[in-house]
């Protein structure tokens, strides 16, 4: 019974998700997942994109094919087997440890004609960490942004259910 409540706790949603706002050309979505684990583990389980992201929400089909690299200029990019790739974001800000801020459109938003800030911090919190993560998207989406925010909040909400059950499997250090 306290190995099922154990895995409960390691697939349940994030400490709160929400749509913050959203209008037709823009939406603001915010997470807030605390973890048990140091703010370093966090970090850098986070920066581990392929171990965490789920295949089902990537152009190859493979997690594997990510990468994030933090360092300003970097890329969370994905390859294609056969060649090509795709840019998902640029790393544009780092704080190692701390704070990284991404610019990009995430999936299909890359063709409505949006851009997107990504803003993830880590802080230090009594037991462990708190990973928050912002991203905001506008621009000219079709006049339809406001329908695609519950889309791409249930796709990022996911993610970091994913992201929260990597980062606490991690080693303690």
Known sequence: MRYLAGLAMLV???ASADVVGASSNGFELAYTV???????????????????????????????????ALNPGGCFCERFPK???????????VDPG?????????????Y?????????????QAGGSQLTLNYRAAGFAKGNAAASAPLVDKVLADQLRRYRAFAVSRPRT
């Not at 060649?83 to 800000?93: C, D, K, L, P, S």
């Not at 990284?100 to 995430?106: A, D, K, P």
């Open 98 to 110: 701390k704070r990284i801020v991404m610019t990009g459109s995430l999936g299909p938003l890359l």
């Open 83 to 93: 060649g090509g790739g795709i840019e998902h974001m640029r790393v544009t800000y």
């Open 34 to 68: 605390n973890l048990t684990v140091k703010p370093d583990v966090a970090y850098s389980a986070f920066a581990n994109v392929p171990a965490w992201w789920n295949a089902d929400h990537t152009y190859s089909g493979d997690s594997k094919n990510l990468s994030l």
């Open 12 to 14: 349940a949603t994030p």
């Open 112 to 124: 409505d004609a949006t851009s997107g800030v990504m803003d993830i911090q880590v802080k230090s």
